[in-house]
């Protein structure tokens, strides 16, 4: 897939969730999701539709192609991944929301796979990982008071 900017990777994931969540996206839908003004949006419409990422008439609810679907799924793949990997480690909604916003766009496929892994294994865990529960302690109180074994020495 080509890599494509920030911006359209933004709209992208905002029209795709609005379609999932609302069933439509339309510019001021997509205005108030982003906090941009329905100008801006109209431009930015204009240009994604000539890169053959949405369907767009005037006063009609923007679809997404399937090329559009898939970049769309692509970034918010990404984002989820990295909300839930800053939950994990006890980061708060609102920075982790922040920051997967931010970090979507920076990081490998190669990357993005390890981590989309990585929390995927500690939410399939039959049990609260012994080590997060330490890593909780170590947040909340700053040391390591909490039940531990002696660190092994890896080779």
């Known amino acids: 897939m080509p890599k494509y900017s920030h911006t359209v990777e933004d ?3 905002a029209i795709y969730v609005l379609i999932r969540d609302k069933g439509y996206a339309r510019t001021k839908d997509i205005s108030l999701a982003l906090r941009l003004t329905p100008a801006s949006v109209t ?4 240009k994604l539709s000539a890169m053959k990422l949405i369907k767009h008439e005037p006063y009609s609810p923007i679809l997404l192609t399937k090329k559009g679907e898939s970049l769309a799924k692509s970034v918010k793949t990404r984002h989820d991944t990295l909300k839930k990997l800053f939950k994990i480690v006890h980061v708060s909604d609102r920075t982790a929301e922040r920051d997967a916003c931010n ?10 796979d390890q981590l989309t ?6 939410e399939k865990a039959p049990i609260y990982p012994k080590w997060l529960e330490h890593f ?10 909490c039940d531990h074994e002696e660190k092994r020495e890896t080779s």
């Open 103 to 112: 970090v979507e766009h920076q990081l490998s496929p190669e990357t993005i």
């Open 136 to 145: 909780k302690c170590y947040c909340d109180t700053g040391d390591y008071t």
């Open 43 to 46: 431009e930015m419409l204009h």
């Open 117 to 122: 892994k990585f929390v995927e294994f500690v």
């Open 11 to 13: 709209y992208m994931e």
